[in-house]
Every structure is written in structure tokens, then in C-alpha cells.
């Protein structure tokens, strides 16, 4: 059994090397996809939610992932709510207090999806307690539609754990949660 293993990996291993390629490549998205701007609009509610993704790099503590940072807008009725895409273009090459970072980088390509993102989401609707800090939340974007018009879905979730009230922001978000939104640009 032992023999099958070392065989398997010395194969795995040869093949990655023909084509110039580590395993993690393999598993790797394509960020390019989701480069540009992306909006969600619904006549009914009279909702629009844009966001704006371009690639960047996390770097920290060693450590190197390639990544989409951006920023968003929210308009209800006609009003801008949340705007701040004036955020969109600061260089954080840390990947830190961004309204959005995304990666599907992960410490094993095993468990990478090529056609979803983790992402790290920043709302502005809401602070913590006694600060200007945003409520901080976590998602997945997931590829819906590669052919045009090319789509994406966008899940926001609240982080896990006891929460403290007065200590924590609220539950919930004060943008879309669960959208499918069309590439514009």
C-alpha cells in the first residue's frame, strides 16, 4: 500500500512539473474574472448594490496570497446609503479594513474552490459599540454565469461565537446579504 502512495505522489508530483505548475494552481481562481464593476438591482424593492473588485496581493507575516479588494455602494429609493468607494483605490497591502477582500487561497489546494471566493466583508451601516469601526462579516462569492452577461452570486453570513450585547454590533447587515449580481464593466 505503502509502494501505491509513493507512486501516486511521485506521478502527481511529475505531472505538475511537465506543465509548470504547482498543485494550488490547479485549484486556483481565476481573479481576473472577477475584476470590474458588478450591479444588483431590484425594481420592486428599489434596491441597487454595486461593487467594484480589482486584484490585489495579501502580504503579512510571510505569508503571500493573491486576493480582490474593493468597495461597494447602496442605494435605496433613489438614495445613496452606504458609499464607499471612496476606498476602492487606498493601497492596504495587508488586506486589512477594506470594505471588501476575497481569496480562494487556502493552506491546502484541497481545499480550494476555483469557482468561489472567501471573502472578509466591512459595513459601514454598522460600528461597533463606542467606535467608528465597521461590523465586520464574512461570505462567498460564487461564480453563477461565466458566459455573458456573467454573473456572480454574493452570501453574507455573521460571524460564529457568544456575542455580547453593548460589547458587539447587532446582528445582520445593513447591505444586500444574498444577491446574484451581473458584470457591468
Known sequence: MRKIIYIFTFLLLSVSSIYGQSIEQWY???LDFYVGTWRYTNT???EEFTIKLRKSVYTAYNIRKDCVV??????????VVLDNM?????NRSMGIHVPIY???ARE??????????RTSIEDYGILWPDSKLPKSGQGIITIVSASNPKKIRWELQ???GPRIVGHHPPMGFSIPTDIILTKID
Open 158 to 160: 455573521d460571524g460564529e
Open 70 to 79: 474593493g468597495a461597494y455602494t447602496y442605494k435605496k429609493n433613489g438614495v
Open 108 to 117: 491546502t489546494a484541497a481545499l480550494s474552490n476555483p469557482n468561489k471566493l
Open 86 to 90: 471612496n476606498e476602492y483605490t487606498k
Open 102 to 104: 476575497a481569496t480562494n
Open 44 to 46: 420592486t424593492t428599489n
Open 28 to 30: 486556483a481562481a481565476n
